[in-house]
């Protein structure tokens, strides 16, 4: 087998290259080639300077995961890196496209570091659930500081190359078009000069100096690290590289590494970069599907969800021509977008620029007849059958041929809704989650006719308006509510128990997702669907309505809020709970956090899998992506179908059992027979 390192004298510059396809990944005939690369420039009197560069799209690009798992061989990264580090002549990494992960560890390993301005560095391993193995938490404080170093380590999103220059990762911004000459020069500039080390580096001094700053940093990105391990052990990481000595730091590093590469949380959120991957593809439909152009978009209704979904076209720049019933509703809904927009302006994520040229997309109108040229219709009116199947009607009568049609519906039948058009292949689901221009998820309804190039063009426009999609049939609520409705379901039952509602949305909180179901009520609105009449109470909602218990929106729902919406449970709900109980007759009990938990996730579970044995889902980590992306699962548990095969399928059953809960036989088969949803 050829080598994908090769090597290329330019007098006494030594250009080492690797040939990777597709991303250069440090696998382990790179790392091999590397190391003999360096050995032979070592060994060789004729070479002052080493240049390491990557042909094809990109600079090392990260560790090769397919390798994750498996017996190690050698040589390792570090050993790789420890090499060309060690040499006294200077080797300069010359980079374009992304040096990530391994590949950045690369670069801290070179004693010079240039790089084409389209370029970015970064260490993204805390989002597998890791840290860098190969000493980057250890070069990279000591070249650039524990401050700079942080938000590389803890966020693992890279940074552009003029950033990394800023910092001091980079010596050198060079032409885009000459980064080899370039290189080489630099190369032979540096040639006879004592070389720098990035091990032997003292940048980290400043975390010596005020070592509050980790405590500060920890604080400032508390909620986006809440619950992951391995964020935590990148400051860890990134602090030891100021106490302790650089071979003891590297040591810390690798017990921190380990420790994590070994736990569930690394393994979940692996098992989440595949699925993510996995769930953009559907089975049956061929890979070189046609896609049909998408140009323009019509969206009907602008209300909650037809805003928002409205932004994500106009954002991607796509125009939109919006529809609703009457003047007020239309104007009323465009102002809530272009205010969306300048909130996000007002935080500096947009200019003001950006917020024109986006409504400068959208075209509002009161006649279907403005529609006829879209190549896409999405509905997002009233959740009702007969309002649904008028709009597909007339949709269809205006609409022309070969255009998509496709309703936001949250729990409806879009074989019935396909039924008001003669285009039934047309026509799918695109459910989008609130809010509409911000939640990831895009779960695709596909009908009995939906036609292959209908969703091979709604799964491709997913990624183009920033959305991870994933595949569901048809079936009351899809995937995603139709598991939220069993969780729901025991939620309501374990407040009519005697459970304190409060303690079924801490549970659900300690577990991981961002609120609980009251919470979520509280958020909603607990009048949504409400039939204004006080006087009729058959429901604990009902009942707090009649108290004039809206939620959020009114300041007091299931919590009592105060200005800045912090939530206090209220004495109030409670004796409404109780009261209501006890005219139904329902004894109370004390029930454990446990038992509140299973009842609550282990039904979502059962779900699942009847989705599964449905072929609702194509494959269970569909329903991990669903979940994680669209209600707030934990990535770190990797939703729930991975969450239950780390606990083990038999606990799940056995829990069910244990509170009376219905099990399916689908779960209880793979239970029985030791097999896992995820394999
Ligand atoms: P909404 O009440 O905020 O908006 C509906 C809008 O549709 C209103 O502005 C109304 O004037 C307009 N409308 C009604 N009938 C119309 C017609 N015949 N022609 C044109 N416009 C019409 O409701 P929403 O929350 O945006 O929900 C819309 C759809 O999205 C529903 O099917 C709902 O189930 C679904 N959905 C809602 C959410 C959510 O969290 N709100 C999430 C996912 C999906």
């Given at each position: ?5 090769r ?7 030594l250009?080492v290259?690797?040939?990777n ?10 790392r ?7 050995e032979e420039?070592?060994g ?5 300077a080493v240049v ?27 050993e ?6 060690a040499?006294?002549?200077p ?6 496209g ?11 390993a ?6 084409v ?21 250890q ?8 401050e ?6 803890v ?11 800023a ?11 000459s ?39 920890r604080?400032?990105?508390?909620r ?5 391990d ?11 590289a100021?106490e ?22 690394s ?15 559907i ?48 104007d ?11 909130n996000?302006a ?7 620029e ?7 997309l ?5 006649s ?23 709009v597909?009607?007339k ?8 255009a998509?049609l ?5 729990y ?7 039924t ?29 006719e ?8 709604v799964m ?11 595949v ?13 409705s069993k ?12 459970a ?6 801490d ?7 961002p ?9 909603a ?32 729902g299931?919590?009592?809020?105060d ?7 209220s004495d109030?709900v ?9 005219k ?11 038992e ?12 699942g ?16 992506v ?15 179908m991975?969450?239950?095969?780390t ?7 056995a ?25």
């Amino acid at each position: 087998m050829t080598s994908p390192i090769r090597t290329q004298r330019h007098d006494d510059v030594l250009v080492v290259i690797s040939d990777n396809p597709p991303v250069n990944a440090l696998g382990q005939a790179v790392r091999a080639g590397l190391k003999d690369a360096i050995e032979e420039a070592i060994g060789d009197d004729a070479v002052k300077a080493v240049v390491i560069r990557c042909d094809g799209r990109t600079f090392f690009a990260g560790a090769d995961i397919t390798e994750f798992g498996k017996p190690p061989v050698g040589p390792s990264l570090p050993e790789t890196l420890d090499a060309m580090e060690a040499s006294d002549k200077p080797v300069i990494a010359a980079i374009h496209g992304t040096a990530l992960g391994g590949g950045c560890e690369v670069a801290l390993a070179c004693h010079y570091r240039v790089a084409v301005p389209s370029a970015k560095l970064g260490l993204p391993e805390v989002k597998l659930g890791l840290i860098p193995g190969a000493a980057g938490t250890q070069r990279l404080p000591r070249l650039v500081g524990a401050e700079a170093a942080l938000p590389l380590v803890v966020g693992g999103n890279p940074i552009p190359a003029k950033k990394a220059k800023a910092i001091g990762l980079l010596d050198e911004l060079v032409g885009e078009d000459s980064l080899e000459a370039d290189a080489i020069a630099f190369a032979r500039s540096k040639i006879g000069q004592p070389v720098p080390r990035a091990s032997e580096g003292n940048a980290n001094e400043d975390g010596v100096r005020d070592p509050d700053l980790f405590d500060r940093f920890r604080a400032s990105q508390a909620r986006r690290i809440r619950g992951f391990d391995a964020p935590n052990a990148a400051i860890e990481a990134v602090k030891a590289a100021g106490e302790l000595p650089y071979a003891e730091g590297v040591q810390k590093e690798r017990e921190l590494f380990m420790k994590l590469m070994s736990g569930t949380q690394s393994a979940a959120m692996r098992h989440y970069f595949f699925a993510e991957r996995a769930a953009n593809k559907i089975d049956d439909v061929p890979k070189d599907t046609p896609l049909i152009p998408i140009k323009k978009v019509g969206v009907i209704g602008a209300g909650t969800m037809g805003g928002g979904i409205a932004m994500n076209f106009l954002s991607a720049g796509i125009p939109v021509t919006i529809l609703e019933m009457a003047q007020d509703a239309l104007d009323r809904g465009a102002g809530v977008m272009r205010k969306n927009y300048e909130n996000t302006a007002k935080k500096g994520r947009m200019t003001a620029e950006q917020v024109e040229q986006a409504m400068g997309l959208l075209t509002p109108t009161l006649s279907y007849g403005d529609l006829a040229d879209c190549d896409l219709v999405i509905e997002a009116v009233y959740e009702n059958m007969d309002v649904k199947k008028e709009v597909f009607a007339k949709l269809d009568g205006v609409v022309k041929q070969g255009a998509i049609l496709a309703s936001n519906t949250s729990y409806l039948d879009v074989d019935e809704i396909a039924t008001a058009t003669k285009r039934p292949g047309y026509v799918v689901g695109m459910h989008f989650f609130s809010p509409a221009n911000i939640m990831k998820l895009l779960e695709v309804v596909r009908g009995k006719e939906t036609r292959h190039d209908v969703l091979a063009t709604v799964m491709k426009l997913s990624k183009t308006i920033g959305k991870v999609a994933a595949v569901s049939g048809v079936c009351p609520g899809f995937i995603g509510n139709r598991m939220l409705s069993k969780r729901q379901e025991q939620a309501n039952e374990l407040i009519m128990e005697g459970a304190n509602y409060w303690e079924v949305d801490d549970v659900l909180l300690e577990f991981g997702f961002p609120m609980g179901p009251f919470q979520m009520g509280d958020l909603a609105g607990i009048d949504i669907g409400w039939h204004r009449d006080p006087t009729k109470v058959t429901t604990i909602r009902e009942a707090l309505c009649a108290k004039e218990r809206f939620g959020q929106k009114n300041g007091k729902g299931f919590y009592d809020y105060d200005e800045a919406r912090n939530r206090t449970p209220s004495d109030e709900v409670k004796a409404i709970i109780a009261d209501f109980a006890a005219k139904e007759g329902r004894e109370q009990r004390e029930i454990s956090k446990d038992e509140i938990r299973e009842r609550l996730l282990y039904p979502m579970v059962n779900e699942g899998a009847k989705i599964l044995e449905e072929g609702m889902a194509q494959r269970a980590s569909d329903i991990d992506v669903v979940w994680i992306n669209g209600y707030g699962w934990p990535l770190y548990t990797g939703g729930p179908m991975f969450w239950a095969d780390t606990i083990g399928l038999d606990t799940v059953v056995a829990g069910l059992e244990r509170h009376g809960l219905p099990v399916s036989e689908f779960l209880r088969e793979k239970a029985e027979t030791g097999k896992r949803f995820n394999q």
